[in-house]
């Protein structure tokens, strides 16, 4: 939001995006507008900012925002990315986040698959109006096992990498999960069933 908000080209439609997100943002601090909700219809609305701009652009700005992020990345998660990449592991980045971003941010790293949400276009520009397929809780589970199927999966001895309560789903797939500063809900659950936790 705050590389949005700076933006050359976006920056000027950040004020009315930012407006737009208060209501069920607040109503999902007040506990009367579900997480998941509040989530996606917060997603869909930042789509506003790009809503008919060529896609290759929207693609562009993932790639500047990409470039100010890497340095932020957990040292100990790339540690154990590499280390399951000797291992010849899968590895499978599953997010929220829109698909160009993850791309762009990831594209360094050995990952062999990325599910992320998705931009809608119309021809070569972003739709906005078109709803998204968030991608988060359950979701992610569908989809992983869709990635997978003709894979023979031992679920018993993967990881999961989760740092909220929305990657329950996904943590509970595997027979190693790991919570990663984990939120205060997921804190809880990790310290109940003795889960890793990387903080």
């Given at each position: 939001?705050?590389?949005?908000?700076?933006?050359?080209?976006?920056?000027?439609?950040?004020?009315?995006?930012?407006?737009s997100i208060i209501p069920p943002y607040v109503g999902y601090k007040m506990k009367i507008y579900p997480?998941a909700k509040m989530k996606r219809n917060v997603t869909q609305k930042y789509l506003q900012l790009f809503?008919?701009?060529?896609?290759?652009?929207?693609?562009?700005?993932?790639?500047?925002?990409?470039?100010?992020?890497?340095?932020?990345?957990h040292p100990l998660v790339i540690e154990r990315i590499e280390k399951h990449k000797q291992q010849n592991?899968?590895?499978?980045?599953?997010?929220?986040?829109?698909?160009?971003?993850?791309?762009?941010?990831?594209?360094?790293?050995?990952?062999?698959?990325?599910?992320?949400?998705?931009?809608?276009?119309?021809?070569?520009?972003?739709?906005?109006?078109?709803?998204?397929?968030?991608?988060?809780?359950?979701?992610?589970?569908?989809?992983?096992?869709?990635?997978?199927?003709?894979?023979?999966?031992?679920?018993?001895?993967?990881?999961?990498?989760?740092?909220?309560?929305?990657?329950?789903?996904?943590?509970?797939?595997?027979?190693?999960?790991?919570?990663?500063?984990?939120?205060?809900?997921?804190?809880?659950?990790?310290?109940?069933?003795?889960?890793?936790?990387?903080?």
């Open positions: 939001m705050e590389f949005a908000k700076h933006h050359p080209t976006y920056g000027a439609k950040y004020k009315s995006f930012y407006y997480e809503h008919g701009q060529p896609i290759s652009e929207v693609e562009s700005f993932f790639q500047q925002l990409a470039d100010n992020m890497r340095n932020d990345f592991d899968t590895i499978l980045v599953v997010s929220g986040a829109f698909t160009p971003l993850l791309q762009a941010t990831l594209a360094h790293l050995p990952i062999d698959y990325i599910i992320g949400t998705a931009i809608p276009t119309k021809g070569q520009f972003v739709d906005a109006t078109t709803p998204i397929d968030h991608i988060q809780s359950e979701r992610k589970t569908a989809l992983i096992l869709e990635t997978l199927k003709h894979n023979v999966i031992d679920w018993q001895n993967c990881f999961a990498y989760g740092d909220s309560i929305a990657d329950l789903p996904v943590l509970e797939m595997v027979g190693n999960p790991v919570a990663v500063c984990p939120d205060v809900k997921l804190q809880h659950i990790a310290n109940t069933k003795d889960w890793t936790i990387v903080c």
